[in-house]
């Protein structure tokens, strides 16, 4: 029986399909998180979903007052 359809694909082939080859790390970047870069991310998200949520709600009052609904 062929083994072709077994084989790995060459480097070259890889490479021609925009492909890299996948390398083990020895240590999982999960293993230890940042926490510095955990906080900014999560206080970044916080702020723009409050910032989100006041703008909104001044554009209703705003929209309402507008449109004498209010």
């Known amino acids: 029986a062929s083994q072709l359809g077994m084989m790995a694909p060459s480097v070259r082939t890889m490479h021609l399909l925009g492909l890299r080859p996948v390398r083990v790390l020895s240590e999982s970047p999960h293993d230890k998180p940042d926490r510095l870069e ?5 206080g970044t998200s916080v702020f723009l979903w409050i910032h989100l949520i006041k703008q909104h709600n001044e554009d209703v009052s705003e929209y309402k007052r507008r449109n004498g609904l209010e």
């Open 38 to 42: 955990v906080g900014l991310t999560l």
